[in-house]
């Protein structure tokens, strides 16, 4: 069984060569879906999202969930990057790419990923206010959690 | 282990990071802390930094050996235990 | 309502680069999903699918197809890219990006033009085999017409 | 209109077209054909190439001035028919 590639970085990335590594030389593959989360300005509002990560149990857990995602769907391959430190709106925080033979698996996979992703691999963002006020925590959304939900 | 305490490194993250005033600290755990939940109480009760950074324990989240644990799991021996908030990335 | 950019052409097109289009400058844009279809060499019997269309049509049932889709979500912007001709194994055929504030709407956007254009864009796929014999007409897939009914 | 007949273009794409052996042509439809489906039958009644083309009339596709249309449909008077088999694109 194909693994999933993780990394865990603060560099930026570049979604293009990743797709490349994963589609080239792959004549069977006829399906990619790729996710991109990007910082929101939030009304300009926000001049960075600071993002602490618990390193080693980051990498773990995107490890695990994508794992889960092959397992479950007939996925070709599948890559997950994510992002750690200060991004400025407009900037990538993460990029899940699947690939497959149909369009249905690397759907599903991405999807389920970023779902699971989202309440479960330990990031935490802190916005940085232009305003110079001193920045929140980011609440967690309750629409996240019951996303997990459509994939019992 | 002298007085039935284990020591354990723990780590916390985000606002509780900052409310306990430490990224991380080794501590020994009394023997009569059997569960997460228990730990999460007896850390409560160490002072008021921690009284405030887990005011409400049903929201923390706490990892063993980096794998998501309930609070009414068994705490077992642990290297690394973390301490966190809802988690936020994507 | 913004409209989607809908393109009809022989040439490949960068994926990358109609990404860029659509998030530079965009900062509350949170959400990009992208889907690539690539053409598959069926375990090597294929040299080519050759794509023939209806030119007029098939741009405006795209057209259609994704201001649907970007009036049934909150969806920031959508890019659709198909090409017709001969295309080789492992190259690009169809492109659908969308951008939202949040992923659902982009991956809800994306799937349900991938579903519509399946089987309502007039686009015909004709084998090229790497074994001379005449190439047949691929067949329509059951399959397809019923993925549609999940947007019911 | 002489003899009731509408001129009208019609098009034929992948195995319509390989079969009737041709991508468009002019046509006069009898002004008795006032269906999608009335059509069809009457283009299959044509010569053998239609006939083996619309073999199975109930699989053909139709467009109607570039919009799909079923075969209950009126034909109303489109400036542009087309006929193909199920679309594979995507």
Known sequence: MTKAKVIVQSDDFDAAAEIRQLTEGKYDTGAVVTFTGLCRSEGDSLTALELEHYPGMAEAEIQRTSDEAIKRWPIDAMTVIHRFGVIQPGEQIVLVIATSRHRDAAFDGARYVMDFLKTNAPFWKKEHRTDGQAGDWVDAKESDEAAKKRWQ | ?90
Chains 1, 3 share one sequence.
């Not at chain 2, 306990?20 to 501590?27: N, P, Y």
């Not at chain 2, 160490?46 to 405030?52: G, I, M, P």
């Not at chain 2, 409400?56 to 690394?80: K, N, T, Y």
């Open chain 2, 1 to 90: 282990m002298a007085g039935g305490e284990n020591e354990v490194k723990i780590l916390y993250f985000s606002w509780i990071r900052e409310r306990v005033g430490m990224g991380e600290e080794t501590i020994g755990l009394p023997a009569s802390v059997e569960t997460v939940g228990q730990m999460l109480n007896w850390l409560q009760g160490r002072n008021e930094q921690f009284a405030a950074a887990l005011e409400f324990p049903e929201i923390i989240r706490v990892a063993l050996d980096q794998e998501h644990a309930d609070h009414g799991q068994s705490l077992g021996s642990p290297r690394e235990i973390a301490l966190f908030p809802p988690m936020t990335g994507g």
